[in-house]
């Protein structure tokens, strides 16, 4: 066997043993997601780092559509966090939850997916990332038919956003719409990639800190 068929086949079998599945969202276009586990990307594992719940409701349906959603980081091998939630309909609700949407969450790709192995009832369907403003997506929960699946006493399974970053905060916001997205809830923080700032904001910065001190004496 000569250097180029050992060097395929090592290729071959990398490859193999380390399949990676990233779904990658298209700005301004609805993006299918079909789910993904362990196995078939063995990158996703990670430690969690940081688990909360908070509850939400708004009015919606003539009623009121209650839950909460579980906010998770999980920092990965190499030393970058990927951001889960899961969302939680209350069985009290007045109807399902339609879609579930992010803002200020600011990555250079947005590898997106849900965990068809992780606890939950629901799949996230599809997503839709905005090119204006940046850092906005939305997930929505339906069926082939365009129906809203989330209904209530139901939970979405895990659902993420993948990233490079290696710091984080809760500088993200999200809400949650009715069927229609006609009714939607307040505004909640989540984690999030910290932006770092670039060495021109940081110079300024420093810049303006001085002059205001000599303008101080």
């Known amino acids: 066997m000569n250097w180029r068929s050992i060097t395929a086949v090592a290729l071959l079998m990398a490859a193999w043993v380390s399949p990676v599945q ?6 301004d276009s609805f993006t299918d997601l079909d789910g993904i586990t362990y196995d078939d990307d063995n990158s996703l594992f990670g430690v969690v780092i940081e688990d909360m719940s908070i509850p939400f409701s708004f009015s919606a349906y003539g009623g009121t559509v209650s839950g909460s959603v579980q906010s998770r980081v999980v920092l ?25 949407r992010i803002g200020g969450f600011l ?21 839709l990332l905005f090119s204006d403003p940046g850092g906005f997506v939305n997930f929505y929960f339906t069926d082939d038919a365009g129906a809203a699946t989330l209904l209530p006493g139901l939970s979405s399974h895990f659902f993420y956003i993948r990233s490079d970053a290696t710091n984080y905060d809760m500088s993200a916001i999200y809400d949650l719409t009715n069927f229609g997205q006609t009714e939607i809830s307040g505004l909640y923080s989540t984690f999030a990639p910290a932006q770092v700032p670039t060495f021109g904001p940081l110079m300024l910065m420093l810049s303006g800190l001085l002059a205001l001190r000599r303008r101080q004496r």
């Open 22 to 27: 990233a779904t990658v969202l298209v700005p």
């Open 76 to 100: 990965n091998e190499n030393g970058t966090y990927d951001f889960y939630w899961r969302v939680f309909n209350d069985a009290e609700s007045a109807g399902a939850i339609y879609s579930w």
């Open 107 to 127: 990555e250079d790709i947005y590898d997106a997916n849900w965990r068809i192995d992780s606890l939950g009832d629901v799949a996230t369907s599809m997503a």
